[in-house]
C-alpha cells in the first residue's frame, strides 16, 4: 500500500510531465479481459518533449491496491510508435488498434493504420491496411474476421509545391487538421477489410463521406452516418443510412437513407436484437445547444422516423471541462436487457445508467466524481472515473453491483502533492435562481488571500466533479480556485443551457460575477483580491467582463473571442455558431453582432490583462487575440501582453506539445504573481 509523504513537494508546471492519462477502455464481449490507452510525457524525446501512447491490459479481477495494478503492455512504444483504439474480436483472439508509427528525424509522422495482434500466438502486430490519408476508426464485423475500416486515401498536403489552394464549399476549414487547416477535400471512405488476407472491399458512402458506423448484430448490415450532401454537411446535419452486404462483403443492395436533417448525431449503435438504432444527437434538432439527447430508429417500420427517447432536459453526453485527458473518450450507448445504457451529465456529474419509460436515466454511479467514458458487455462495465482530487481511475462496476478501481497510475501523484477535494457546490443567488460553484482551497493561503476565478469553456459544457491540474497549480501557488456553472452550461436542463443566446453577456455575465460575489462573502477575506481567468467561451467573458468592471486585481484571457463580427467568416464553425448563438450575421444584424462584443467596450478596460493564443487555432482564430491586444496598446491604459504558441490549435491546453503546455501554465501564474 502506498506510504503517506512524511513531507509535502510543491506542484509546479514542469510536473504536468509526471501525469498518466488513460483513455479508451474496453472489455471482451465475455468481460473477462480489459484493455485500455495509457499515454504519458517523454519529456526527452530529441530534445522536444512528446506523448507515447500504449495499449495495456488489465486484470479484470479487482486488485489489493489499484496503484500497484499488475498491468501489461500490449501494442506500442518508443520503437513501435503510438498505439491506441484496441478492439477485441468477438472471440477474444485478435486484438486490432491503431498504430501511428514513431516520428523521423526532420519528417512528418506517418500515416495511422490498423494493426492486429493473435493474442494465441504472440509475436509481432501485423499491419492490415495501408492507408496514405490515414484510418480514423475501425469495427469488427459480427461473426468474422473482417474489420469495418473508415479512412482517407490520399496523403495529406504538406504544402510543397503549392501554387494555389481552390476553396468551394462553406465548411472550408476545420479546427485541428495540419497546415492550413483545411476542410480535407477527400472525404472519409469505408472499405470492408479480411485480416487473414489483407483483402479489402470499398463500400458505398454518402456524398460528404461517412463519420461514424456500427454493425446489425447479424454481421449482414452497416448502418452509417453521413452528409447526403456537402450542404447538408456545412448546416451542421447528418443523415443515417443503412447498407446490406453479402456474406461475402459485397454490397447487397443500394445505400438507403432512413432518416436525414438530424442535427450533430455521434454515436452509432444497433439494439442486440437489430430492430433499433440508436444515436446521440441535440435533443432538439434545431437548437445544437440544446442538451445532448438518445434517439432511436425502430428499423423493422420502413416509414418509421427518430424518436427522441429521453425527457428533452436530460443530458446524455458528458461535457465536464478536463486538462488531464488525452485520446478518445467514447461514451456509444449500449442496448442492454434492462434498456439502453448511456452517460448522464447531471449537475457538473456524470454516470452512465438506463434509459427509462418517462426519458429519464437511472444512475448506476451516482456521485461526486465524472464518468468521462465507459464500456458494457456481459452485464459488466469497465469506465474511467476522475474526481477533483484524482485524474481518471480505470475502474470496473461488475454484474453484481460492486464497483470497484482496477488501476489508478496517478495514486503516487496525488499522495506525493497531497492534493485536496474541492467543496462544494454552492449556490450563489442570481437572477431569481442560483448558480452552482465550486471552491478549491490552497493547503497554505498567500498572505494576500487571492482567488482565481474560472470561467469554462463552450458555452454548453460544465464545471464541476472533474479534475484540473491547472486548478491544483493555482492552489499549490496559494490561490484559493471557484469555478462554476453560469447560464448557458450545459447538466442543468434545456432553460439553463439556452438563457444566454441572443445575449451573450447579459445573464451568463451576470451569474459569473454573483459567484464572484458569493466566493468572496464566503471566503476567509472577504475583501482579498480576485484574478480572472478563462478560455475559449471562457476567454470572450474574461473579455466581456474586464470592459464591464474593474473589481479584478488581473486577468488572463485564452482562445478568446472579442468580435463576432470578423469571427462569423473566420472561425471553422463561425457562420453557424454566430448564427445560432448570438442571433445574426455580420450584413443583417451589424448592431446586434457589435452589442454583444468584448470590443466595443475595450475602452473601459483598466485590468492588467494577459492574452494566450494558439497561432493553428482555427475554432477562435488568432486574429481575435490580435484585434483585442492592438485596441489595448494602443489605448495604453493597462499592461497587456500576448503569448503566442506556434503550431498549436484550439486543444493547446488538452492536447498541445507538452512543453508548450508548460509554458502557456507558466505564463498563468506569473501573471497573477506580477500582480498581486
Known amino acids: 500500500m502506498a ?284 437548437d445544437f445547444a440544446a442538451p445532448t439527447g438518445l434517439w432511436t430508429l425502430d428499423v423493422t417500420r420502413s416509414r418509421a422516423k427518430p424518436s427522441l427517447r429521453t425527457h428533452p432536459d436530460v443530458d446524455v453526453s458528458p461535457a465536464l471541462g ?64 476522475e474526481t477533483p482530487q484524482r485524474p481518471g481511475v480505470l475502474s470496473i462496476l461488475t454484474a453484481h453491483g460492486r464497483a470497484h478501481a482496477l488501476y489508478d497510475p496517478n495514486a503516487g501523484f496525488v499522495e506525493k502533492y497531497q492534493l485536496r477535494n474541492a467543496d462544494g457546490p454552492f449556490a450563489a443567488p442570481s437572477g431569481g435562481g442560483s448558480v452552482a460553484w465550486w471552491r478549491l482551497r490552497p493547503r497554505r493561503t498567500r498572505r494576500d488571500h487571492a482567488l482565481v476565478l474560472q470561467v469554462h469553456g463552450g458555452p454548453h ?7 484540473s491540474f491547472e486548478h491544483h497549480l493555482l492552489a499549490a501557488h496559494g490561490y484559493t480556485v471557484v469555478f462554476s456553472n453560469p447560464r448557458g452550461s450545459s447538466s442543468y436542463g434545456m432553460d439553463h443551457a439556452t438563457a444566454m443566446i441572443g445575449g451573450y453577456g447579459t445573464v451568463d455575465a451576470d451569474d459569473v460575477l454573483a459567484v464572484a460575489d458569493h466566493a468572496l462573502s464566503e471566503h476567509r477575506n472577504p475583501n482579498a483580491p480576485m484574478h480572472l481567468t478563462g478560455g475559449s467561451y471562457g476567454g470572450f467573458m474574461t473579455n466581456w467582463l474586464v470592459g464591464r468592471t474593474d473589481r479584478f486585481r488581473s486577468a488572463v484571457t485564452q482562445r478568446s473571442i472579442c468580435n463576432w463580427l470578423s469571427f462569423y467568416g473566420t472561425s471553422d464553425i463561425g457562420y453557424r455558431f454566430a448564427e445560432h448563438e448570438v442571433q445574426g450575421n455580420p450584413w443583417n444584424d451589424f448592431e446586434l453582432l457589435w452589442r454583444q462584443s468584448p470590443l466595443r467596450q475595450v475602452a473601459n478596460v483598466t485590468t492588467p490583462i494577459l492574452i494566450v493564443h494558439a497561432e493553428a487555432d482555427h475554432r477562435c482564430p488568432i486574429e481575435q487575440a490580435e484585434q483585442w491586444y492592438v485596441a489595448l496598446k494602443r489605448l495604453g491604459k493597462v499592461d497587456t501582453k500576448l503569448v503566442r504558441f506556434p503550431g498549436e490549435s484550439h486543444e493547446l491546453s488538452r492536447s498541445g506539445r507538452p512543453d508548450r503546455r508548460v509554458r502557456r501554465l507558466q505564463e498563468i501564474v506569473a501573471w497573477f504573481e506580477t500582480h498581486a
Open 322 to 385: 478536463g486538462d488531464a485527458r488525452f485520446g478518445a473518450y467514447p461514451n456509444r450507448p449500449v442496448s442492454t436487457a434492462q434498456g439502453w445504457l448511456v452517460n448522464v451529465n447531471e449537475a457538473g456529474a456524470s454516470s452512465p445508467g438506463i434509459v427509462q419509460e418517462d426519458g429519464t436515466v437511472e444512475a448506476w454511479l451516482p456521485g461526486e466524481h465524472v464518468v468521462t467514458s465507459f464500456r458494457h458487455a456481459a452485464g459488466t462495465t469497465l469506465y474511467l472515473r
Open 461 to 467: 459544457t460544465n464545471a464541476g466533479w472533474g479534475f
Open 3 to 286: 506510504t503517506r509523504s512524511s513531507k509535502r513537494e510543491t506542484l509546479t508546471s514542469e510536473q504536468l510531465y509526471d501525469l498518466t492519462f488513460l483513455s479508451d477502455p474496453h472489455l471482451a464481449c465475455d468481460a473477462s479481459r480489459a484493455f485500455c490507452v495509457r499515454t504519458t510525457i517523454d519529456a526527452q524525446a530529441d530534445e522536444t518533449p512528446r506523448y507515447r501512447s500504449t495499449i495495456i491490459e488489465i486484470p479484470v479481477t479487482p486488485p489489493r491496491d489499484p496503484a500497484a495494478a499488475t498491468v501489461r503492455d500490449v501494442a506500442g512504444g518508443e520503437e513501435h510508435g503510438d498505439a491506441t483504439h484496441p478492439r477485441l474480436d468477438e472471440r477474444g483472439r485478435y486484438l486490432a488498434f491503431l498504430s501511428t508509427p514513431p516520428a523521423q528525424p526532420g519528417k512528418a509522422r506517418g500515416a495511422t493504420n490498423v494493426k492486429v495482434l493473435d493474442l494465441h500466438l504472440g509475436g509481432e502486430a501485423r499491419t492490415v491496411t495501408k492507408f496514405e490519408g490515414g484510418v480514423k476508426a475501425f469495427a469488427w464485423r459480427p461473426g468474422s474476421h473482417a474489420l469495418l475500416v473508415v479512412a482517407r486515401e490520399a496523403k495529406p498536403e504538406d504544402g510543397s509545391g503549392v501554387v494555389a489552394r481552390t476553396v468551394t464549399r462553406l465548411h472550408a476549414k476545420q479546427d485541428g487538421v495540419p497546415h492550413p487547416g483545411l476542410t480535407p477535400e477527400e472525404p472519409l471512405g469505408a472499405w470492408l477489410v479480411n485480416v487473414p488476407s489483407g483483402r479489402s472491399k470499398r463500400l458505398p458512402v454518402p456524398a460528404d463521406g461517412v463519420s461514424d458506423v456500427a454493425w446489425h448484430p447479424s454481421g449482414q448490415e452497416v448502418w452509417m452516418l453521413g452528409g447526403a450532401s456537402i450542404e447538408e454537411a456545412d448546416e451542421w446535419r447528418t443523415s443515417l443510412w443503412r447498407l446490406p452486404l453479402t456474406s461475402a462483403g459485397a454490397p447487397a443492395g443500394d445505400l438507403e437513407e432512413r432518416a436525414g436533417g438530424l442535427s450533430g448525431a455521434a454515436g452509432l449503435a444497433v439494439d442486440a436484437e437489430g430492430t433499433s438504432v440508436a444515436w446521440l444527437a441535440s435533443s432538439d434538432p434545431d
